[in-house]
């Protein structure tokens, strides 16, 4: 791939910085290093030396390579080093004013035809150009810790930002062996922005009393395929870098309720209890290793079990129940109506349990709900209402437990744990694509690359059915009035005129 950046330097040299330097010299770029901070450019490149090594030991590379990437990294000791650079990517302090302050000097310095880019995870990339002569040569460039891992940038384009450098970004991105998604200046980006749905939702399932905090991350790492839970990755990530940025996104869009953080990890932050960092966060490390995690509630096995009602939502869920059932030889009731002391089985979407049975018309003390939006295969959750007797409750555990497949059974929940996760990740995904901040691919290639989900938000809509996400939200909206649930505009078109989610004019 062709494109004229043959030097680029990099403007602090901590972590993101040293990791942009190592995938820029190792892809054959001239790579300059220069920080504020006295000695910290030279001892950025004998740490790059000391990975080249270890990559070599690891016969990841061979010793020309790591040579000829120790040689393309020089040490810059003043700005004006960096006068003949094609591109300059700052990862200095998250300060608007100095990053203002900077780009003014260098300016001063490089050429018209240099491109200067900031790795900010924040801020505005048009705010960042607005003291510049060439607000168009401001481009934002937003890598992921760790840089050489995490293969996806995201290359941002500024109100001003000339759409040639954009591509010039793009093209060196596919060198530097990163998948570049290109987004429009707006708060959060993509990654940052899309992310907002997964911590939120299971925060307010956990204020709700739903269940603990173990039940959720199982459901959506066991069950939906999650590669963590939402807890799990909070404490992982740390409620310093984690709880800002919820409350950062909040306020930049003039609190849009779509991205409500909550007070519960405000209040672990201030008493310092960040996640695995400090020994303690939702779960317990202090001893080393994760502790505090409640398990898996095994059912007893019960010699009579009541015959089964079911209703549902959708006829291929009713017909996964039925199949379940006569496997495991348990009576179904077909009437149209419950006899009744028949288990009423109720299949539905974006709905307690209390609400589904008023709904159908049947007895709430014989309900529960059963949350089929991701098959029964790998793991089953369970609502029983308030009043759901429990001989009901038990008997339904023990059913859908006869194969040994792992059953949570969960407080009443308008919309079960994971319908509410996955319909706020898509719902989120949709809105991004409906304000045009970026294509339906980058958007679905940045979430699989940079939150590790098994698919981008727009494409899982399609593969679960945008009209099962469509009800769980228009449910959930009716029944609690909060506008974070509304559906977006993009999912109720496509919805209503049998379209892929991916679908685009
Ligand atoms: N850490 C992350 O996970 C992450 C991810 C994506 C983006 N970012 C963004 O990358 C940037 C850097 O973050 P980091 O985590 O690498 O920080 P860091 O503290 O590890 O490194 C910053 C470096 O910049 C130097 N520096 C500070 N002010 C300077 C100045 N005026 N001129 C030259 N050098 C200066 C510091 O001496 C330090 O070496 C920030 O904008 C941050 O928002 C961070």
Known sequence: MTHPIKKIAII???VMGSGIAQIAAQSGHITYLYDAKAGAAQQAKQQLAITFQKLLDKNKITTEYADAANANLLIANELHDLKDCDLIVEAIVERLDIKQSLMSQLEAIVPETTILASNTSSLSITAIASNCKHPERVAGYHFFNPVPLMKVVEVIQGLKTDPKHIETLNQLSRVLGHRPVVAKDTPGFI????????????LKILNENVTDISEIDRILRDGVGFRMGPFELMDLTGLDVSHPVMESIYHQYYEEARYRPNSLTKQMLEAK???????QGFYDYRTGSKTGETSAKVAERLTLYPKVWIAADFEDDKQLLINYLTTHNIQLDVGAKPQADSLCLLACYGEDTTHAALRLNVNPAH???????????????LMPSLITEVTYSHAAHSIFNLDGAMVSTIGESIGFVAQRILAMVINLGCDIAQQAIASVDDINAAVRLGLGYPFGPIEWG??????KILLILNRITALTSDPRYRPSPWLQR???LNLPLTFTT
Request: glycine share 18%; charged share 25%.
């Open 12 to 14: 602090g040299v901590g």
């Open 191 to 202: 990654i940052n922005h899309a992310g907002r749905a997964y911590g939120t939702e299971a």
């Open 273 to 279: 209890q960040l996640g695995r960092k400090v020994g």
């Open 367 to 381: 309900s529960v709900a059963i949350d089929m939006l991701y098959g029964i295969e790998k793991h089953r959750t």
């Open 462 to 467: 399609d593969e679960i059915g945008s009209n």
């Open 494 to 496: 496509r919805v209503a």
